[in-house]
T-cell receptor, first 111, second 118 residues
Framework: GIQVEQSPPDLILQEGANSTLRCNFSDSVNNLQWFHQNPWGQLINLFYIPSGTKQNGRLSATTVATERYSLLYISSSQTTDSGVYFCAVEMHSNSGYALNFGKGTSLLVTP | DSGVTQTPKHLITATGQRVTLRCSPRSGDLSVYWYQQSLDQGLQFLIQYYNGEERAKGNILERFSAQQFPDLHSELNLSSLELGDSALYFC?????????????????FGPGTRLTVL
């Protein structure tokens, strides 16, 4: 199956700082999603981005499909950005398709 | 709010017991997926249903089974529970059964059911 690797595994930022999270994947993909898992466990959709660049407020994402990586940018971080950020790609599994998740980047934003 | 609902939110039970988790997909979505999140295994795909039919299986144990009903809600049945089954179980839904080249098939996740086996 497709391997998904995220870096860094852990990140501590002071409020107001910027950061870049990386996701590498081992094969071409039709679907790549970024999620934020908040401290209450909810998985929140951030981006659906198999290729190209998208922006949503302080967050933006870029996927370079030909080079098999995606980047998530967080600017002017806030304490509410804390949580775990997951990258997931669609994989083929026994005649069907599902998301294969990376291990995540755990982000803590301090006041 | 993703539009995907799951019940119950929390479940505490004993080893050897059987439980049923329920999921209602977003309006209009035909695919339902079940995922398990545990501390040691991370987020893992269990099983997918599309319009009532099983479409894909991941790392789902034989003690676990699922189904999707005509109204498209889905249930995940976990039996002969073991301590290691304690985890957060997510349901997700999407419009189609896969993205395909140039297609769109974003998955949206429910709030999860936290299962504790004592």
């Amino acid at each position: 199956g497709i391997q998904v690797e995220q870096s860094p595994p852990d990140l501590i930022l002071q409020e107001g700082a910027n950061s870049t999270l990386r996701c590498n994947f081992s094969d071409s993909v039709n679907n790549l999603q970024w999620f934020h898992q908040n401290p209450w466990g909810q998985l929140i959709n951030l981006f659906y981005i198999p290729s190209g660049t998208k922006q949503n407020g302080r967050l933006s994402a870029t996927t370079v499909a030909t080079e098999r990586y995606s980047l998530l940018y967080i600017s002017s971080s806030q304490t509410t950005d804390s949580g775990v950020y997951f990258c997931a790609v669609e994989m083929h599994s026994n005649s069907g398709y599902a998301l294969n998740f990376g291990k995540g980047t755990s982000l803590l934003v301090t006041p | 709010d993703s539009g995907v609902t799951q019940t119950p939110k929390h479940l505490i039970t004993a080893t050897g017991q059987r439980v049923t988790l329920r999921c209602s997909p977003r309006s209009g979505d035909l695919s339902v997926y079940w995922y398990q999140q545990s501390l040691d295994q991370g987020l893992q795909f269990l099983i997918q249903y599309y319009n009532g039919e099983e479409r894909a299986k991941g790392n789902i144990l034989e003690r676990f089974s699922a189904q999707q009903f005509p109204d498209l809600h889905s249930e995940l049945n976990l039996s002969s529970l073991e301590l290691g089954d304690s985890a957060l179980y997510f349901c997700a839904s999407s419009t189609h059964h896969h993205s395909g080249p140039g297609g769109y098939n974003e998955q949206f996740f429910g709030p999860g059911t936290r299962l504790t086996v004592l």
